[in-house]
């Protein structure tokens, strides 16, 4: 009697992977924080008035993205460093940006458009980086010095002084 095994098809799991735009936005951000030349991404107007009251570290900031199932589009608008090459900075981009993308979402970057919105030395970057919040945060600092040393020369000075008793018999 010969036993016959029952080849049970594979059974195919239903359904999808899909990715919000916001997390391939994160993606990208974290992928380009290290590209040579590029000084930062440009949000627009609101965001970069947003920035400016607030400390923001949102990697999403500027970054647009189109995302299908298989493949992903970027928009950036950025600010690139006085002295480097546009092209060296845009195959950067595209370079880190596909490598991270594919490493993560096994998605195909197959549009990246660049924008160069600015061009700036690095100081003039990080002088336009300080935002309304860390010049608040820089005057309590100083006012609270300043009020410290105050209260510390009138204490010496009441010290030195001599009591009213003392100084008239």
């Known amino acids: 009697m010969a036993i016959e095994k029952k080849n049970e098809a594979a ?3 239903k359904g999808e992977l899909t990715f919000d735009d916001k997390v391939i936005q994160k993606i990208v951000g974290n992928a380009i924080e290290k590209v040579p030349g590029l000084l930062g991404v440009d949000g627009g107007f609101v965001t970069n008035i947003k920035n400016k009251i607030v400390n923001s570290d949102n ?9 299908g199932k298989e493949q992903v589009a970027v928009d950036l608008n950025i600010v690139m460093a006085y002295g480097h090459n546009a092209h060296d900075v845009y195959n950067a981009l595209v370079q880190a940006i596909t490598k991270q993308v594919k490493d993560t979402t096994s998605l195909a970057l197959v549009e990246l458009n660049v924008e160069v919105v600015d061009i700036q ?11 309304l919040q860390d010049r608040v945060t820089d005057a309590g600092s100083v006012v609270k010095e300043k009020t410290s040393n105050g209260v510390e020369s009138v204490k010496s000075s009441t010290a030195n002084m001599v009591s009213d008793d003392e100084r008239v018999k």
């Open 11 to 13: 059974v195919a799991t």
């Open 59 to 67: 990697p999403t900031d500027g970054i647009d993205v189109e995302v």
């Open 121 to 131: 030395t690095t100081k003039e970057f990080e002088n336009s980086q300080t935002t």
